[in-house]
């Protein structure tokens, strides 16, 4: 924990490969929904790799992650019920999980978008993604990437600019 602390990039990933399954298992019994488990327990270790650097030792790296994960499924947890509501007449009309031509679009545009992130800058994809996908600030990504903010937003740009072109390529071919 301490040389992932100290940015050995190494430690972090076996920080993360030991502790996932125990993660995984307390997100399934936290949260009822295999699949908000699922992305609870991924969020919890994206949001363990950002905030490592706070952990000051106080108690048990083991307590900090449990925390960690127990506040991670209530998030997710919160954002679930505020997704449920009654439906709308207008809501019952047929949507795009009711095209299969739609469906396998979307699918397609997920495929694109995770090969296009493979292609630019690891740096680049990794900012965006806890930006934009994870909604993490500057400050946190900077923070535990050891880089200014103003580099992280730079990044950012650069890296959603060749996102955006590598996307607009697709729609003319």
């Known amino acids: 924990m301490r040389r992932a602390k100290d940015g050995d990039r190494r430690a972090l990933e076996e920080l993360c490969t030991r502790h996932a399954p125990k993660v995984e298992r307390l997100a399934r019994h936290l949260l009822r929904d295999p699949e908000d488990a699922r992305d609870a327990a991924q969020e919890a270790l994206a949001k363990l790799c950002v905030r490592l650097k706070q952990f000051r030792g106080e108690a048990q790296f083991s307590t900090w992650l449990h925390r960690l994960v127990v506040n991670t499924c209530r998030d997710a ?48 994809a990794r900012v965006v993604v806890l930006k934009d996908a994870l909604g993490y600030s500057f400050e946190e990504i900077a923070e535990a990437a050891g880089m200014p903010v103003g580099t992280a937003k730079c990044h950012a740009h650069r890296g959603r600019n060749r996102l955006r072109e590598r996307l607009e390529e697709r729609d003319v071919a």
């Open 77 to 124: 947890a919160d954002r679930r019920r505020a997704r449920v509501h009654e439906p709308l007449a207008e809501d019952l009309r047929a949507g795009p999980q009711d095209d299969p031509a739609a469906v396998a679009g979307i699918s397609e545009l997920r495929r694109e978008l995770c090969d296009s992130l493979a292609r630019i800058s690891r740096e680049q």
